[in-house]
């Protein structure tokens, strides 16, 4: 029901490698986005066989929001390209990407899923530019303004107020809170506007009662809309 492939892509002026995973489904499957929702299965990765590689960062493409039996999901259909930026710790030579992803898949039933990978990454020469480029596109752009938060204790756990500045995004707008200890549970969101003001309301928990030690930089908002994704890394005081 699904199938993995990397495309190499090309080195890129800075040294870092620019490539990407396509992961194609069966009809009527789905898997998910980096963030899967309230039902769905996280992807994880592991990179323990690569070499010359000193890190890696994704840039996922705008998932679609579906909501069944009243939980609300972020998945994709049919195919993904989820382009990636890998860190060489020598730019000038070659590099394998070797490791594993666990993704969950879904359709009546949902199913989780390893799939193995092991690529040379040239120093040279182009694999999949324009499929990676295009995905480049339907990722998330930065936002130009900042976002403000404040945190309220309360008894089921540490609630969030973002407030950011932000035109309205064309369809429904969905705001999705992260943070970078992923071992927090994060609510869904409640989404409001006073004009080009976006507020958004969440609460963080943890299986020990209020999480601790927690940093505006640990967290990352990301607003999607009909055919937009704007993210905001971290939020500073509103004083």
């Given at each position: 029901m699904v199938s993995l492939e990397i495309l190499t892509g090309w080195r890129a002026q800075d040294g870092t490698q620019i490539a990407a995973m396509k992961i194609?489904?069966?009809p009527d499957w789905v898997t998910y986005w980096r963030v899967p929702g309230e039902a769905g299965i996280p992807p994880q990765f592991s990179l323990t066989q690569s070499e010359n590689i000193s890190g890696i960062s994704f840039s996922w493409p705008r998932p679609k929001a579906e909501t069944k039996f009243g939980l609300q999901s972020f998945?994709?259909?049919d195919q993904v390209i989820v382009p990636m930026t890998v860190t060489l710790k020598n730019p000038r030579a070659p590099a394998r990407l070797a490791g594993e992803i666990q993704i969950g898949v879904c359709a009546d039933v949902c199913i989780p899923v390893k799939l193995s990978f092991d690529t040379d990454l040239p120093a040279t020469g182009?694999?999949?530019?324009?499929?990676?480029k295009h995905a480049l596109l339907l990722g998330a752009r930065a936002s130009k303004t900042t976002a403000t938060c404040d945190f309220i204790p309360s008894a089921a756990g540490m609630g969030v107020r973002i407030t950011a500045k932000l035109?309205?995004?064309?369809?429904?707008e969905i705001a999705v809170v992260e943070h970078s200890d992923q071992s927090l549970w994060v609510s869904?969101?409640?989404v409001s506007?006073?004009?080009n003001t976006l507020n958004v309301e969440t609460s963080l928990a943890s299986d020990t009662g209020l999480p601790t030690g927690l940093q505006?930089?640990?967290l990352r908002l990301t607003v999607l809309?009909?055919?937009d994704m704007v993210e905001f890394i971290g939020c500073h005081s509103p004083s």
């Open positions: 194609a489904l069966a998945v994709y259909h182009e694999v999949g530019t324009k499929a990676i035109p309205p995004l064309k369809g429904q869904p969101t409640r506007r006073n004009g505006r930089s640990d809309g009909e055919s």
